[in-house]
């Protein structure tokens, strides 16, 4: 409540006092001297797009006339479209996006976030070797558990990291707590959210090197891929190159962008592929990390009828990042970056439900 009150009170027009309901706490929001808007303030620590529609939908049901003010950490722009839509009104701790809507009432601005900054110590980022964690987890079968060991196996990080990543991740009601002890165990909460979370959190590649290759058609760069395998290194498609393949829904492939483990030279690469570094007009983009994060759960991909590339095993395969990482690598692409991701997240949350 404070926190919203301080940026509330940065919007000169507006007047703000708390009320107080059975329910909790609540505004009445008023612009120079206009009749008072009353809002019951709903706190959530982590709010993805299917738990945004769960909740507007249970508001919906209650036909109650205070309005509801969501106020949350930071919102993705999908989850934040479809609020508007819903004129649902909300403010974001980390940004300072506060949108508020009433009869005869509009606000939708950006006032300074800094005024709720807390000077604990900053949480747990799921980024490079955190960022494994919440791959592992996306991963995790439905119908199973979640271990810390499997997980810290799976991740190939130490369980004192991912017990720290669990503790966040559980504050944020993205992890359900199961039992105490050596039979403690964990459930995926909110697969939308922890998605949200990792794409807002993780790095972009450290270095991003266009080559091009002489071809007859994008389809046929796809099937020099394999070539990379004489390289013997860890190498995968990614982006929005691994996200079409997985979620196959645009009209014309996009170039081919592939992850290269570090220790390979950038003109090996173009070597192997027949294609030479350029500064622009390339048609194969490489992506390195110190660390290699994004090659450490790659994946073979067996391409359905009519998919892009038709990689048999007799000429090669593709390797491919995981699905949860070829989200978080399109969600904010441009062009139609953004359409491929949410089809490829529909998949999974079908995947996940099933």
Excluded at 73 to 95: H, K
Excluded at 248 to 270: E, H, K, N, R
Excluded at 291 to 300: D, H, I, K, S, W
Aim: net charge positive; aromatic share 6%.
């Amino acid at each position: 409540m404070d926190w919203v009150l301080r940026y509330l009170r940065q919007l000169a027009p507006v007047t703000a006092t708390t009320t107080t309901r059975d329910e909790g706490y609540g505004l009445a929001i008023s612009v120079e001297d206009g009749r008072d808007h009353r809002f019951d303030i709903k706190s959530v620590l982590s709010l993805s797009y299917e738990k945004a529609r769960d909740l507007v939908g249970t508001w919906r049901l209650r036909s109650s006339r205070i309005r509801m003010l969501l106020a949350v950490p930071e919102l993705a722009p999908r989850t934040r479209e479809f609020l508007r839509e819903e004129r649902i009104s909300w403010i974001e701790r980390d940004t300072g996006v506060c949108h508020i809507v009433a009869p005869g009432l509009y606000i939708d601005t950006q006032v300074d976030g800094t005024a709720a900054h807390s000077t604990s110590a900053p949480p747990t980022r799921l980024r490079e070797r955190t960022g494994l964690v919440a791959e592992a987890l996306l991963q995790a079968s439905p119908r199973h558990t979640i271990r810390l060991s499997s997980i810290s196996k799976k991740a190939n990080v130490s369980a004192a990291l991912v017990s720290r990543v669990f503790q966040r991740l559980t504050e944020l009601g993205l992890l359900e707590e199961h039992g105490a002890g050596p039979n403690r165990s964990w459930s995926l909460a909110d697969f939308g959210g922890l998605l949200e979370l990792w794409s807002k959190e993780e790095r972009r590649p450290d270095t991003v090197t266009d080559i091009y290759v002489c071809s007859r058609s994008i389809n046929a760069l796809y099937e020099k891929l394999p070539e990379i395998h004489k390289l013997k290194i860890h190498w995968a498609v990614a982006g929005i190159a691994a996200a079409y393949l997985y979620a196959p829904i645009l009209t014309a492939a996009p170039s081919p962008i592939v992850y290269i483990d570090t220790a390979i030279p950038i003109q090996d690469l173009a070597k192997v592929l027949g294609g030479e570094i350029v500064d622009k007009g390339g048609n194969v983009q490489a992506w390195q990390s110190k660390g290699n994060p994004a090659l450490y759960q790659t994946r073979p991909y067996p391409p359905a009828k009519g998919a892009v590339a038709d990689v048999r095993a007799g000429h090669g395969h593709l390797e491919m990042v995981s699905k949860p990482r070829a989200y978080i690598e399109t969600i904010n692409a441009a062009g139609r970056g953004p359409d491929v991701a949410h089809a490829l997240r529909e998949q999974m949350l079908k995947e996940s439900h099933a």
